[in-house]
Each structure stands twice: as C-alpha cells, then as structure tokens.
C-alpha cells in the first residue's frame, strides 16, 4: 500500500497538537521532537515492512508510547501541562489520562486549541499563518518560506520568535470558554482567511494556485465547523466563501498550464459539489445581526458562480456587494475589483474613472493586475499603444511564469490590434 | 548468481514531514524494482539505532550506540547479483544515499572455496 498524498504532513499537525496538550505549551519542542522521531521510526519500519493498514493510527498509536515514555521518565524533571495537574503523576492515572487525550475527540479538540494558540493577540497576523502552517499543516520552515516567498531566515526566525510568545502563555487556549473563544474567533478566521488567498492569489513564484495551502485552510476551517461554539455565521460565511473560490481552481489553470481569468474560464469545470457545498455554508451563514467581509465576499464569490457567463453575470449586484465591502473593509485591491465590476456593467470608460477615484492607489503600485486592469480598459476603449505600455508596467511586477504568460498574452494581443475577452 | 549484504548506515534525521515521506517512496519504489528484477533474496530488517555491546572475555556491557551516528547501521537486505560490480551498481540505486548515508555492500562467503 502507498501512504496517501502528504499523509506524514497532516498527521503531523494533529501529532503535534495532541502532544502538546499533553506536555504543555512550553514543552513544544519536545512534542516535535516526539513527532519527528515517530515518523523517522514509521519511515525505518515501513520501508520494510510496507505501510501498514491504517497508517494514522500506527503514527498515532507510536507518538503515544513516545509520549508515555518521556513522561514515565521525566516527570519528575520536568513540568508538563498544568490542566492535566497531578493526572500524569501517578501510573494509575497515567495512563487512562494519556489514552483519552489520544481518543479522536481529543485529537480534534487539540488541534482546535492550537489553531486559537497559534493566533495569540501578540503575534501578527503574518506570524499567525505562518505558525499554523508550520505547527498544524506540518510544513517545514523551508515550504513556508515558499509559500510566503520569504527566506528561510525570515521564515525561521519569524516562526522561532512566535513560538516564544507562545509558549509564553503558559498554557493552550481553552477552547471550551465560550466567552474568550469569541473574542479570539475573528483572528482565527482572519488567518485562515489569509492562508486560503495565499494559495489562490499568491505570488508564489513556482505556481500562481497553490491548491495545497486552499486545502489546508478549508480543513482547518471544517475543524471549526465542527465545533459548535465555533461555528458562527461568520464562519460559515468564510466557509462558503473558499467554496465558491476553491470550486474554481479546476478552471484557472487550463490545460497548458496558464492562468485563466474568470471571464474566460471554462465553467463546466466548476466543481458543483464544492458549489453546492458553499451554498449550504451561505444558507447558513444568514443568521445574526452581523455582516462581515466573509459574507459580502462569499455573496460576490456566489453571485459569478450563478451565472453561466460574463454576458448574464449579475453585474449590479456585484457592484453594490463592493460597495458594501468597502464600508466593512474598505481596502486599494476591494476598490480595483469594484472598478472592473463596474467596467463590465457601464462600460472601460467608466472602469477607468473609477480607478482613478482609488484612494491610497500608491498601494496597487506594484500589484500587477492593477496594471493589467488599466491596460484592459485602455485597450477595449481603443486605445491600443496606451494599453501596451500598461501591460508593459504589468510586466515588471508579476510575481511567477504563470502571471507573466498571461501578460504576455495581452501585450501579443495589443500588437495584432484583435479585441480579446 | 552469488549474494551480498546491503547494510544501510547512516543518513535521515530531522526532516520535515514531506522529506520523510519522498523518502519512503523512494525506497518503497527502489526495494519494488530490486524485486521485480529479482535481486531480493531477503528484504531484511530494520534495526533499531539503540542496543548492547558485549566485549571480550570480561564480557563488559556498554550501551549502543556503538559508533558515531553517520556510521550506525539502520538495517540490512539480503541482496542476488551476478558478482560484486553489480551488486555495486544496484546499491547506487538506494534513496540513502540522497541523505548523507552510504550503503556496506559486503559479499556473502561461499561454502565451495
């Protein structure tokens, strides 16, 4: 038997979890250590002997008679986690203690804790994601440093440093406190948010779609569906919101491996399972007095995927769903999808004005689809050599081969002079 | 055909995730294609990186392991090859050579001298 795709790298995060729960937050490095030594042990047996029927549990089941054993030999030496108190202390305890935090509702539970953890008030947003992806995805410093296009240095003293602030805390977030999960939610959903457009907007430089990390933080995200307290409309807005988006990623990349715009996607491509799947997420979502950003985006992210083309996409509706994103969250990048919105509804004359109107359009200065999205005005109006010279712009900024490819296209075709899209 | 040991020494440690795994691919897919070509006469067994050593005639007892541990030996296979030079040639197939390990081809002693 193969071991599925990237099994050693989720079982990782949820390894990791549960042994911290066990030893304590400050004992983090001991529960990697555990971790890595489980699988060198899994890579050492299985070469030999094969994977085993269920390799989950055979990782699980190693890390926990790891985990007896340091704790057997070093309770007296070391401090483990506080809330198992005097748990650890006697055999008697021991080891009924130990088999329940490795129970599946623990397991799951211990990831919950860690992904709040991770999101500590003290750590930026960017060291939020980054220590999700090491800790719970189980990437190593090097594949978070590419999906950040970061150096491994950055990287890794971004990720040191956030584990000390971390492990500062003396002791794993307790998700079962209704009142302070809420207060940390937002910035829960906020990386995960991050995480997912890392992978579908990023500016990695090998792949524009990385429909690993889009997976990764859909997964995360489920863990939070199905924790009740957890699951807020909020939640389930995000969720139906990397739906439609994750729906798509079939489609924008084509067949020869280049970036295909949502204009020009072959929408049969759509994965109606995954849209159906964010249409019952959105349903749901629609309770509560709140509207936040996850909900007008998931309504915009609907919105294309209801329509069967560019010709009968519900234009106005996109605009006015801008519209009141930029009263929730106004940002340079919300402004520029608006001002494409409304090109397609009155017109690239319009769309230009409406970029012009972009405050803080300092901020889009080296985004290539800024560029682009001038370029594409220009040249639909006509404007052929002024087009040119803004995907020329364009060009200087894009961030992978995929981007350039497409750029590239433009400026071809504003040379044959043909209108395109 | 005359058969040899493969030992593994050394290699893997303290790698991500996603290392670990290619890594086990890659031996999984060399030790497939070792056997389809009938070069596998024993696949052998890892051995654990920890033990005994037992010396001499005052049989003293120390603990594993035994030598530093680039040279400790991770487990063995009881390799079929026409004579040393291919044995030699099969073994630069082995995935530990990919981490800093090396591969002890050792040829079995035959009865007929």
Redesign the interface.
């Known amino acids: 038997m193969e071991p599925t795709d990237h099994l050693f790298r989720r079982e990782s995060g949820r390894m990791v979890a549960t042994l911290t729960r066990i030893f304590g937050i400050h004992n983090l490095a001991l529960a990697e250590d555990v971790v890595q030594d489980a699988f060198c042990r899994a890579l050492e047996v299985w070469k030999f002997h094969g994977v085993p029927e269920n390799p989950s549990a055979w990782l699980m089941a190693t890390a926990k008679n790891r985990a007896l054993d340091v704790l057997r030999r070093e309770r007296t030496a070391r401090t483990f986690a506080p809330e198992l108190g005097r748990m650890l202390d006697s055999e008697w305890t021991l080891a009924p203690a130990v088999e329940e935090l490795f129970g599946a509702p623990a397991i799951h539970d211990g990831q919950l804790r860690m992904m709040f953890s991770c999101c500590h008030p003290r750590l930026p947003e960017e060291a939020q994601v980054a220590l999700m992806l090491h800790i719970l995805c189980g990437f190593s410093v090097d594949e978070v440093a590419g999906a950040f296009v970061s150096s491994h240095a950055a990287i890794e003293k971004r990720i040191s440093r956030a584990k000390k602030v971390m492990a500062g805390s003396k002791r794993l977030f307790d998700v079962s406190g209704q009142g302070d999960l809420s207060v940390r939610l937002p910035a829960v959903q906020r990386a995960l948010y991050l995480l997912f457009n890392e992978g579908y907007h990023g500016a990695s430089p090998e792949s524009a779609v990385r429909a690993e990390l889009c997976r990764e933080a859909m997964r995360l995200t489920a863990l939070l569906l199905d924790h009740s307290p957890a699951a807020t409309p909020a939640t389930r807005a995000l969720s139906a919101l990397m739906c439609f988006h994750a729906a798509r990623l079939p489609a924008r990349v084509d067949a020869a491996g280049d970036l295909r715009p949502l204009f020009e996607q072959d929408r049969s491509r759509w994965d109606v399972r995954v849209i159906a799947e964010g249409q019952r997420q959105l349903d749901l979502s629609a309770t509560g007095p709140e509207l936040t950003e996850y909900h007008v985006e998931a309504a915009i992210a609907w919105v294309h995927t209801a329509a069967h083309g560019v010709e009968d996409t519900n234009w106005g509706m996109i605009v006015s769903l801008y519209d009141q994103l930029m009263a929730i969250h106004p940002s340079p990048v919300v402004a520029l999808n608006r001002a494409i919105a409304t090109a397609q509804r009155e017109g690239p004359q319009r769309g230009l004005e409406e970029i012009r109107k972009i405050a803080h359009s300092d901020r889009l200065a080296s985004y290539p689809f800024y560029h682009a999205a001038l370029g594409e005005f220009e040249f639909r109006s006509g404007r052929h050599e002024v087009a040119r010279q803004h995907f020329l712009t364009a060009l200087t900024f894009v961030r992978n081969p995929m981007e350039r490819r497409f750029i590239e296209q433009r400026i071809g075709a504003c040379k044959v002079g043909s209108p395109v899209g | 055909m005359s058969e040899f040991v493969f030992l593994y020494r050394g290699g893997?440690?303290?790698?991500?995730?996603?290392?670990?795994?290619q890594?086990?691919?890659k031996?999984?897919a060399w030790?497939k294609e070792l056997g389809q070509n009938g070069h596998v006469k024993d696949?052998?067994?890892?051995l654990e990186r920890t033990g005994k050593l037992v010396k001499r005639k005052q049989k003293t007892v120390t603990d594993g392991p035994f030598a530093e541990a680039k040279d400790i030996v991770?487990?063995y296979t009881l390799i079929e090859a026409r004579d040393l030079a291919q044995a030699v040639e099969l073994s630069k197939g082995c995935p530990i050579l990919d981490v800093d390990g090396a591969v002890e081809v050792r040829p079995v002693m035959k009865l007929n001298m």
């Open positions: 893997e440690s303290g790698r991500s995730p996603e290392r670990i795994q890594s086990m691919q031996w999984m030790f696949q052998g067994q890892p991770g487990g």
